[in-house]
């Protein structure tokens, strides 16, 4: 994750020497990248959690932040949020809304994260599923660089409110993955 941050803000220097029609061309590739990046992640993290859906209310009760009932009535929605987040940054629909969601969860996981950890607790976190991946300090700090990528989305999509700016962003993806600006 640490290099998609860099090689990220290399390429945001390096944009400052190009032509007009380059730079756009990088900030469309960049905004799809940071996009499908993030898009994928929510995705896998909404299966892992539906596939181990059995689980999961004792899964968020681990944090111990919400009471058993806050738990049950919130469990579906995890994974239908996540889930929705990544249908929106992997197609672009509605696009502000999804990068806003990315954030927003991102920022919540990562407060649950630090409570527990300045609690002294460290346990599996759970974000993709049944893992045994601990909480701690690169938890948070993955969260953090995913917030970055949700705000920098969230930035450059403001516009994509619009059904045209929709229809514009799918014709300027179907560009990139063909691999050129002029095809």
Known sequence: MQGVVWALTLSHAIGGQMDNEGRQYMEDGLLFAE????????????????????????????YRIVSRGTANLFSPCLPAAELAISASLLTGILLPVGSLGAGALLLVFSV??????????????????????????????????????ACAVAVQSFPAFSLVKVREQWQTDLQLLRGGAGT
């Not at 996009?35 to 994928?40: K, S």
């Not at 994260?113 to 909480?135: D, E, Q, Y």
């Open 112 to 149: 649950a994260i630090v409570v527990n950890l300045r609690r002294g607790r460290r346990f599996s976190c759970h974000c993709f599923g049944k893992t045994r991946t601990l909480i701690g300090p690169s938890t948070v700090a993955r969260n953090a660089a995913l917030f970055v990528l």
């Open 35 to 62: 996009r499908i990046v993030l898009g994928l992640i929510f995705a896998i993290s909404s299966i892992s959690k539906i596939h181990s859906f059995s689980t999961l209310v004792d899964e968020i009760m681990d």
